[in-house]
Structure formats: C-alpha cells, structure tokens
C-alpha cells in the first residue's frame, strides 16, 4: 500500500466501504490527493453483491439494459448486477431478460475497440456503462463514443466512486462521491498544488491498482 494514512469510509450496507489512502498520486490524466482501492470490490464477491445492490435501485425500475459494458475489471460487480436486474421483481424492467456482460479492447491510443463477434452485443442494444471510478471522465466519455460509434444505446453510467453527476450528457450514479470525501482533489498534472509544493509523487494508480516510486 502507498505511503500516508488509510481509512475506510463505511456505509450502512453491510460490506460496502471504501478503502482511501491520502498522498500524491498520478492517473494518466490527472494528479489527486487520494488512492481510491477499489480492489476488493472489483473481485471478492460478498463485496461486489453490495455494490450491485446500492446500484440497483437506480435502475430496476426505470432503465431497460441489454447490455453491461465493463470498464477497469468491473466484470464481478457487473455480473452480480445483471443477476439482481433479471430477478422476478414487481416493475422490474429487465425480469426473465439475458443480460450481456462485456469488456472491450483498448487500443494503444487508449480508444475502445469491439471485435467483430462482440459488436452484436451492443449494436442495437440499451447500454450500461459501469467502471470502477469516474473523476476525470475521460475513460467514461471514451465508452459512451464507443457504444455510439457501434450503434447502441447508452442508457447511464454507474461506479464505485465518482466525482461528477454526469458524462457526457448522460447521468452517473454512484456508491460513493466527494461527500463521502470532502477534500478529493484532482488537477492535471501542470497544475498539481503539490508538485508546485515539491511534494514527491507516491504511486501511479490506475483501474488495476498502484505502482510505488
């Protein structure tokens, strides 16, 4: 784990928190002040069902979704949603449905790519983004282009953690935001108020985890 202090930030779910640890800490598109480790979330199944669960309610009842497009190794969390959405349920909207649960490819330039077989799952199909993290929203935009591109429907955006109520004209829904976090910072590397203060880099982080320095 990166040097500095690390804490939890509890919800009322039980095993849904977050694991944060405050530093200086480089994206590929920003510096922040905080390492989000979404880690256990993306991979121990107990973990990713409470995520799931804090996310449904944002789209059982109003969303029609064919398709889950996975972003940052999301790929459990996205399962045990797509379970949750098909359940038999009063004024579910996607009960008995298959739920397509996908990750695309992404090319050296950083742009998402769908090979041949894959593009049937979100042609023509309503589309939910989910990604481990939103607060940038440069990977979240590049997903929505995607599925337009490919000719499907993008019908939201969902993650762990978030910084912005929307992308791309499309809303994000959330399990934690800067409330949770009141002092998350990111600025694009030039104006980092900590390299400005000569304050070493601790880690680059990105959906797959840290690298000290």
């Known amino acids: 784990m990166p040097t500095g202090k690390t804490f939890k930030l ?18 590929s598109h920003s510096h922040t002040n905080y390492y989000i480790d979404v880690t256990t979330q993306k991979t121990r199944l107990s973990e990713a069902q409470a995520v799931a669960q804090e996310l449904l309610p944002y789209y059982d009842t109003t969303t029609i979704v064919d398709t889950i497009l996975c972003l940052d ?25 298959t739920i397509y649960v996908m990750t ?6 950083s742009q998402l790519l769908l090979r041949d077989n894959l593009i049937p799952m979100v042609a023509g199909k309503h589309v939910l983004i989910l990604a481990a993290s939103v607060t940038t929203g440069y990977t979240a935009l590049g997903a929505i282009q995607a599925v337009d591109y490919y000719g499907g ?10 910084t912005t109520d929307a992308v791309g004209g499309h809303k ?13 910072a990111s ?13 070493k ?3 680059l982080i990105n959906g ?3 690298s000290k320095l």
Request: net charge neutral; aromatic share 8%; with cysteine.
């Open 104 to 109: 695309p490819e992404h090319t050296a330039g």
């Open 73 to 97: 190794g999301t790929e459990v969390i996205a399962t045990c949603l797509a379970e949750e959405l098909t359940r038999t349920g009063y004024m579910n909207m996607n009960a008995h449905k």
């Open 187 to 199: 600025h694009l590397a030039h104006e980092c108020p900590q390299c400005k203060a000569g304050i």
């Open 201 to 203: 880099l601790d880690a």
């Open 208 to 210: 797959h985890g840290y």
């Open 10 to 27: 509890p919800t009322k779910r039980q095993n849904l928190f977050l694991r944060v640890t405050q530093g200086h800490f480089a994206t």
């Open 172 to 184: 994000v829904h959330s399990c934690f935001n800067p409330n949770n976090l009141p002092d998350y």
């Open 153 to 162: 429907k993008v019908v939201g955006v969902a993650s762990i953690f978030a």
